[in-house]
């Protein structure tokens, strides 16, 4: 199956829909305590998507409850946002999705609460790390393999596992598009990348090993061996130079 290229001004709606998920992380980064609930994340980015016009690509997305996913601590992705409350040295990942005239923004961030043990912090910094280190490679001429590698050399090098079984992926008029993107890979395979796809990279790392399984809610994703892991996504467009990041971070919560 081809990969859409997008034209100027398809990459231009698609930064604002990354810009309304950055507002949101903003939000939520500022609103991330002990004591808070994922229920109470998911409602700022609800108000704040709301507020720009926007919707969430996540809502009744096969029936999902949540305007974003909250995944905590051995938890990797898909985590329902609910009563739980955050603890102090929890780490959470919350995966943020908008949808403006058309178009997707994707990212996840996962965020310290409170005081962290130095291990987790620098699993936190590590896998940021790794997803820069992939997206250094995510260039036109380049091919897929190239930046799974990147991640992959840079996750493994530190000791870290690599969660196999969900990766990155095209996004534009629909959030999951052609290719799926592994977050390993052997340099010069796969799919050689041209300016203008638009692709969401998202390193998942763990403490431990990469094998997975789902929870009795059906949604849950946590490592089998209960190590904690992280999770770090941007969606980008690919240039002839580095990618144009859609998802850019803001320092601001107003705009
Ligand atoms: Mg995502
Ligand atoms: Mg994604």
Redesign the pocket.
Known sequence: MGISLRSAADIATMKRAGHVVAMCHARVEAAIAPGVSTQELDDIVRETISEYGASSNFLGHHGFTGNICASINEEIVHGIPGPRRLQDGDIVAV?IGAIVDGFHG?S?WTYAVGDVSEVHRRLLTDTEASLYAGLEQATAGNRLGDIGHAIEVYATDRGYGIVQEYG??G?GREMWEEPHIPNHGQPGTGRRLKKGMTL?I?PMLTLGGEETRVLADEWTVVTADGSWSAHF?HTVAITDREPLILTQRVTSVVD
Request: aromatic residues 0%; glycine residues 12%; hydrophobic residues 35%.
């Open positions: 995966d994707d996840a990155g992926h996004i969401a998202e996504e």
